[in-house]
């Protein structure tokens, strides 16, 4: 799930399904995926144009088109020409460039790189809005589709837009839902939670929590797969059999890291009055070399996303201490520096006071301690 802000009490959450569909509805999400990424890759096209012609051209500079212009310039020159177009609902195309939008947008405020092309079969989704019905316990019905069926039990709500999207061979639905938050009764005080490759997370209260050990198994069977699929000629059937067995596999991945972070925030945020954590600088971590892939399979960022509105919603309090405090170095029992302390020391000795610990243990009392001082 994902949490937006709202100003009142309730919090609102993002709901995601998978849906159970025959093959002729398959090839009618195929067909709404399709035309958004059509509509997505010719509004880059026009966009990069009209910024080409406006570097070169200072002095009679075409205005930058907004969405409800891209669309209007959609209508007006695409769907002539691809009457396919208008077999799908409209909004598949109008949501779609009203992404690429945002993300110029994002562009120009130097907050993501430029928007690119996107291909088929990677990241589809499309979005509609208008009458949407959630019927019975497991169906609901969408403009332009008509009754989707899912596999688990839908939340009785009135959407006003949903996302289909794929992933893998697999069709999933998402929306937003209004939920209050319930405090719930905690039955400890605090905890300090450090972050690691070798050990996922270590707690202060001494608790260890390990990555499953279904990550290195998924990962080498993906590494064996694009081995042997290397010299296979793209394009060819025995190309995509390997691509789309390399794509279950991911989708495994993805859905053991999901499950192993949901359980572990949820246990945190619902057993801990206040939870402390460190400020990790992952998008730095993600340029180190073997390091890079380690912390891309584990999730730390997702980790922290899910702590954040699950701590809202269990009315627990999240306490995060900056990436600088030298959490690991430090002794916990006399607060002394050690800066010769490398990564492979697995053990913090302290020459001062003689104090012998575990490291992660030591760097996660050392976090509890920092975090509580900030609610001070």
């Known amino acids: 799930m994902y949490a937006y802000p709202m100003y009142n009490r309730l919090m609102l959450l993002g709901f995601k399904t998978e849906l159970n569909l025959n093959n002729k509805q398959r090839t009618v999400l195929a067909k709404h995926a399709g035309t958004a990424r059509h509509a997505y890759n010719w509004g880059v096209w026009l966009t990069q144009n009209i910024l080409d012609y406006n570097k070169a051209n200072p002095e009679s500079k075409l205005k930058f088109p907004s969405s ?117 009764e905690k039955t400890n005080r605090s905890v300090g939670v450090d972050l690691g490759v070798k050990q996922f997370a270590a707690l202060s209260n001494g608790q260890v929590f390990d990555a499953p050990p279904e990550y290195k198994r998924l990962k080498a069977k993906i590494a064996i797969l694009q081995y042997l699929n290397r010299n296979k000629q793209r394009g060819s059937q025995g190309y995509k059999d390997f691509l789309e067995r390399i794509a279950q596999l991911h989708y495994r991945l993805t859905c053991i890291r999901k499950d192993f972070l949901n359980k572990l925030t949820t246990y945190l945020a619902h057993s801990f009055q206040a939870v402390c954590i460190e400020d990790l600088n ?61 990564i492979s020391d697995r053990v913090f000795d302290c020459t001062e006071c003689g104090h012998s610990m575990d490291r992660d243990l030591n760097a996660a009392l050392n976090i509890e301690r920092m975090g509580l001082s900030l609610s001070s």
């Open 68 to 184: 409800i212009d891209l669309h209007k310039l959609l209508v007006a020159m695409v769907k002539p020409e691809h009457l396919w177009y208008y077999e799908v609902s409209k909004c598949a195309p109008q949501y779609a460039l009203k992404a690429l939008r945002d993300a110029w947008d994002n562009c120009f405020k130097k907050k993501k790189s430029p928007p690119r092309f996107k291909k088929k079969g990677q990241h589809d989704s499309f979005m509609l809005d208008g009458t949407i019905k959630v019927l019975g316990s497991n169906h609901i019905q969408v403009p332009a589709i008509g009754v989707l069926k899912t596999f688990e039990t839908l939340p009785q709500v009135k959407p006003k837009n949903v996302t289909i999207s794929r992933q893998s061979d697999k069709w999933f639905i998402s929306f937003k839902i209004e939920i209050e938050p319930v405090q719930t």
């Open 282 to 342: 992952v998008s730095g971590m993600l340029k180190f070399g073997k390091l890079a892939g380690a912390v891309a399979m584990l999730g730390f960022y997702e980790f922290r996303r899910q702590l954040e509105y699950k701590c809202k919603l269990h009315g627990s309090q999240l306490f995060i201490i900056g990436r600088w405090e030298p959490s690991s170095k430090t002794c916990f029992n006399c607060g002394r520096k050690n800066s010769e302390l490398t």
